[in-house]
């Protein structure tokens, strides 16, 4: 299983930006992806972006595509979340979640790359509020 921190989290102004990280261990030779999920008060956890480690292949939802980027350092074992022109409704608390993407060589399939019950791993969470 592999172990989850997020950081970087804090209280910004309606446009401000935020670096989250999730630093990563416990990865075996399998690939896997990093996601990560948000969830406001009283609303469900929303998947947002996912990169696989291997390809750098990414995913975005539509509620953050072309505000915020994902990329990850294979070397530091760090994905990080670049969240630009915050707005008021990304405040939540946002959690990233690791899944195999190959198990033995073989490609694991998924409903999408953000299918929640497809991550094994979890980290703790980071709280961003966007406040004026």
């Known amino acids: 299983q592999v172990q989850l921190v997020e950081s970087g989290g804090g209280l910004v102004h309606p446009g401000g930006s935020l670096r989250l990280s999730c630093a990563a261990a416990g990865f075996t030779s399998d690939d896997y992806a990093i996601a990560w999920f948000r969830q406001a008060p009283g609303k469900r956890r929303e998947g947002i972006s996912s990169?696989?480690?291997?390809?750098?292949?990414?995913y975005y939802a539509d509620s953050v595509k072309g505000r915020f980027t994902i990329s990850r350092d294979n070397v530091k074992n760090t994905v990080y979340l670049q969240m630009n022109g915050l707005q008021l409704e990304d405040t939540a608390a946002y959690y990233c979640a690791a899944r195999r993407t190959r198990v033995r060589g073989y490609i694991v399939a998924v409903a999408s790359p953000l299918s929640e019950l497809e991550f094994d791993s979890w980290g703790q969470g980071t709280q961003v509020i966007v406040s004026s």
């Open positions: 990169i696989t480690l291997s390809s750098g292949n990414t």
